[in-house]
């Protein structure tokens, strides 16, 4: 079992740009070693932001794609999102996820339902 802490939330205005950490803790097993973001815009679902690929270029929301860039250290455990040029449309809570290794392949959407860890969440607001 992991234990996910994400952190870097906060508000900006429209254009601003925030960086996510999510430091890991514990060990990942195959179940649980594929780190990912996901968010929750108010009123609406969650749904995958980014997530790492083994085999090629990371997989983004078309909404994100060009703004954001997932990244990871992995001697220091942590997953991270720069999200730049964001707009009131990114704002919501941003969750660090854990899903089954064969998850971060290139293209591969995980659904929240493939979702094994998740942290406890980073507000972001973003203001016009």
């Known amino acids: 079992q992991v234990q996910l802490a994400e952190s870097g939330g906060g508000s900006v205005q429209a254009g601003g740009s925030l960086r996510l950490s999510c430091l890991v803790s514990?060990?990942?097993?195959?179940?649980?070693?594929?780190f990912s973001w996901f968010r929750e815009p108010p009123g609406k679902e969650r749904e995958l932001v980014a997530a790492p690929a083994t085999d090629g270029d990371p997989t983004y929301a078309d909404s994100v794609k060009g703004r954001f860039t997932i990244s990871q250290d992995n001697a220091k455990k942590t997953l991270f999102l720069q999200m730049n040029d964001l707009t009131p449309d990114d704002s919501g809570v941003y969750y660090c996820?854990?899903?089954?290794?064969?998850?971060?392949?290139?293209?591969?959407?995980?659904?929240?339902?493939?979702?094994?860890?998740w942290g406890q969440g980073t507000q972001v607001s973003v203001s016009s």
């Open positions: 996820a854990a899903a089954a290794s064969w998850y971060c392949r290139s293209g591969r959407r995980i659904p929240a339902r493939g979702v094994s860890s």
């Open positions: 514990g060990t990942p097993t195959g179940s649980s070693s594929c």
